[in-house]
């Protein structure tokens, strides 16, 4: 069974920083892209950064130059640097991982997280 456990969310005050981690485990073949996801209350889940495998990059508007996504592909695990935090980046984060498990390595599909708190208040 293929897990995904994010860590690193907590409260932070404005114009702090936040290192998210989202490891994957379990019988697992391969992973293909990877993605943090975040939701605010009240509000529809949007994407926030995105990565391949081969480590391309994608962010949406409000977070680019703030932000910086990566990965370990040794550890099947993806982050989210966050920098220059601002209140309005308060949400529930998540990740998401296109992974082709040992037993249908043919076959990708997309498995979540449990999602990880991020609240920045002064």
């Known amino acids: 069974q293929v897990q995904l456990v994010e860590s690193g969310g907590g409260l932070v005050q404005p114009g702090g920083s936040l290192r998210l981690s989202c490891a994957a485990s379990?019988?697992?073949?391969?992973?293909?892209?990877m993605a943090w996801y975040r939701q605010a209350p009240g509000k529809q889940r949007e994407l926030v950064a995105g990565?391949?495998?081969?480590?391309?990059?994608n962010y949406v508007d409000s977070v680019k130059g703030r932000f910086t996504i990566s990965r370990d592909n040794s550890k099947n695990t993806v982050y989210l640097q966050m920098n220059s935090l601002k209140p309005e980046d308060t949400a529930v984060y998540y990740c998401?991982?296109?992974?082709?498990?040992?037993?249908?390595?043919?076959?990708?599909?997309?498995?979540w997280g449990q999602g990880t708190q991020v609240t920045v208040s002064s």
């Open positions: 379990g019988s697992i073949f391969s992973i293909n892209a």
């Open positions: 998401n991982a296109d992974i082709s498990p040992s037993l249908r390595p043919s076959r990708f599909y997309r498995y």
């Open positions: 990565i391949t495998r081969d480590g391309s990059t």
